[in-house]
């Protein structure tokens, strides 16, 4: 499995931007989709964002769409995900996790199975 680390998370007021950045161990890394996740307080993960291993495609969840915007670098082997106009429901810890190779109907095919340690982000009303 490949070893994540995420980054960039803290407190902003709604309205507000941050960007996530995600640092895979090796460069397997960059062959893999990443994606984003979070889970709030009571609530289950959910998914957040995805890209597939050469930045080309790129899928949201429909209550992200618009606002957040997910990209990689793979000679850094690092995934970042953009948030702009943030919301008090946006408030969750955030997961980076890396996945299948394969995509299917423009939506990654398969589980993402290597997940980082979570970094916290908070909007305040």
């Known amino acids: 499995q490949v070893q994540l680390v995420e980054s960039g998370g803290g407190l902003v007021q709604a309205g507000g931007s941050l960007r996530l950045s995600c640092t895979a161990s090796?460069?397997?890394?960059?062959?893999?989709?990443m994606g984003w996740f979070r889970q709030a307080p009571g609530k289950e993960r959910e998914f957040v964002a995805a890209?597939?291993?050469?930045?080309?495609?790129?899928y949201y969840a429909d209550s992200v769409k618009g606002r957040f915007t997910i990209s990689r670098d793979n000679p850094k082997n690092t995934v970042y995900l953009q948030m702009n106009s943030l919301r008090p429901e946006d408030t969750a810890v955030y997961y980076c996790?890396?996945?299948?190779?394969?995509?299917?109907?423009?939506?990654?095919?398969?589980?993402?199975?290597?997940w980082g340690q979570g970094t916290q982000v908070t909007v305040s009303s």
């Open positions: 996790a890396a996945g299948p190779r394969s995509w299917y109907g423009g939506r990654p095919n398969g589980d993402f199975d290597s």
């Open positions: 090796e460069r397997t890394g960059s062959t893999l989709t």
């Open positions: 890209i597939n291993w050469g930045g080309g495609s790129t």
